[in-house]
């Protein structure tokens, strides 16, 4: 059994920032990359950032310069500093991992419950 859990979200007034965390635990024997993606009210998942396992990270273009996203290894966690919040950033932000729980098992998407992050003054 694998569990991501998130935390870190609340209410943020634009321009202000916050700090995300998500802890993967349970059986794993990889993680390969390690993400966060959001959701707003009526739109669909969208990717905000992927961090590979060799240390490359992808960010979406509404994000870049704004967002950062780190992984901590050895503790299986994966961060997202995020500055400058606007209001559309407002959504609910997702913890994604893509790992093996044992090896020569076939990879896997976990999710986290999720954590809202709602940006406005």
């Known amino acids: 059994q694998v569990q991501l859990v998130e935390s870190g979200g609340g209410l943020v007034q634009p321009g202000g920032s916050l700090n995300l965390s998500c802890a993967a635990s349970g059986i794993i024997a990889r993680i390969y990359d390690m993400a966060w993606y959001r959701q707003a009210p009526g739109k669909p998942r969208e990717l905000v950032a992927v961090?590979?396992?060799?240390?490359?990270?992808n960010y979406a273009d509404s994000v870049k310069g704004r967002f950062t996203c780190s992984r901590d290894n050895a503790k299986n966690m994966v961060y997202l500093q995020m500055n400058s919040l606007k209001p559309e950033d407002t959504a609910v932000y997702y913890c994604n991992a893509r790992l093996v729980t044992t090896f020569g098992s076939a990879i896997r998407d976990y999710w986290g419950q999720g954590t809202q992050v709602t940006v406005s003054s």
């Open positions: 961090m590979h396992s060799r240390s490359i990270t």
